[in-house]
């Protein structure tokens, strides 16, 4: 049984970068052969897919944030990251990382999640 935990700091001040890591356990081979991603709930809203990063370290990113987004990834560590600059209060919300099968924003394709990181953007 595979299980993701995210780490990283609750608050963060506008214009600062987000970083938030995503460590995973357990699985027979835990970090290869799927997407790792990144996945936000503002306050009152729906899932919003941020990006993903797969076995071979490509990285695809939602469109509406690519910008501003970059995922790295620690294999020795079985760990992945998310960077996520020039926040604004926007970008507030629960940070769940997750496991899927595709690089979307359909979470059809999603059978692992993380319990989620809280945010706060400060202005």
């Known amino acids: 049984q595979v299980r993701l935990q995210e780490s990283g700091p609750g608050l963060v001040k506008s214009s600062q970068t987000l970083s938030l890591t995503c460590t995973v356990s357990?699985?027979?081979?835990?970090?290869?052969?799927?997407?790792w991603s990144w996945v936000r709930q503002p306050p009152g809203r729906g899932l919003e897919w941020v990006g993903s990063?797969?076995?071979?370290?490509?990285?695809y990113y939602s469109p509406s944030l690519t910008s501003r987004t970059y995922i790295s990834r620690d294999t020795s560590k079985n760990q992945f990251t998310l960077h996520l600059s020039s926040v604004t209060p926007e970008d507030a919300g629960l940070y769940r990382c997750?496991?899927?099968?595709?690089?979307?924003?359909?979470?059809?394709?999603?059978?692992?999640w993380g319990q989620g990181t809280q945010v706060t953007v400060s202005s």
């Open positions: 997750a496991r899927s099968w595709e690089p979307t924003g359909d979470f059809s394709y999603y059978d692992s």
């Open positions: 990063i797969d076995d071979s370290g490509s990285t």
């Open positions: 357990g699985g027979s081979d835990t970090i290869s052969r799927y997407f």
